[in-house]
């Protein structure tokens, strides 16, 4: 990879960190961009997730500091993604290069389409044995590629945890941190990671995400809204685009 290439790459894990601290979904726009330069598909999807570890704890520290995370109410969470994360990370090593694309292309549709048509009547219900459910089977999916998986995670704690989306946000953040620290364990052990291309894009995932949640944390309850949907929006049009 050559210095221009690493500059847009840096520019561009930048740019969706910032906004990624509110809306998630970094990796549907990352990873494929990473397949562009030649980056083999499991490296992409392993650097990516050690980045993606970096990213999650530049944008929990503000939260942190504001005092809108709960983290004795996400201590069970935080145990049912370790385990699930850990799995889906395992499940990379099984799958082959093409599938990874497949996989990645899907989840970018199913990203999309759930987050468009989910209702938003279901704010402040409270199911938290389906909650527990919903966030294994995505922590299954977020150690395996994460594309969405903070998205749609932020919409779930909204639709069965009863929590609003200041809280929500700030709380996907320090789940993700586990998430993706778990999965990049496994990537790393199975020698997936490019450190130094890695290094330079966690570098780059802290400061985008750490600047992005120090904005988020003074926004209010409709400006998050208009954000996370805006965001959806824009990643729609471009899955048209992509598979057109």
Partial sequence: MNSFDLAILVVLFFITSVVGVVTGSNSLITVPVMFQFGIDEK?????????????????????????KIDARRL????????????LGALLVGFITNQS???IVSIAM????????????????????????VVTFLLAIYGGLYSGGYVTILTASFVAFLGMNYAESVGSTKLVNVF??????????????????LGSILAVTMF???FVGAHYATKLNEVWLKR?????????AVKTLYDFL
């Fill in 43 to 67: 490296v992409a999807v392993a650097t990516n997730m050690f980045g993606l570890t970096f990213m999650a704890i530049g944008g929990t520290i503000p939260f942190l500091r504001q005092g």
């Fill in 75 to 86: 201590s069970p969470l935080i145990m049912v993604t370790l385990f699930g994360s850990a």
């Fill in 100 to 102: 990874i694309k497949l």
């Fill in 109 to 132: 549709i199913v990203v999309v389409v759930f987050t468009l048509v989910r209702r938003e009547s279901g704010e402040g219900r409270k199911l938290p044995m389906l909650g527990y």
């Fill in 179 to 196: 998430s993706s620290s778990i999965a990049t364990v496994v990537f790393m052990s199975q020698g997936l990671v490019n450190y130094w």
């Fill in 207 to 209: 400061v985008g995400a």
């Fill in 227 to 235: 954000i996370f949907l805006g965001t959806v929006i824009i990643l």
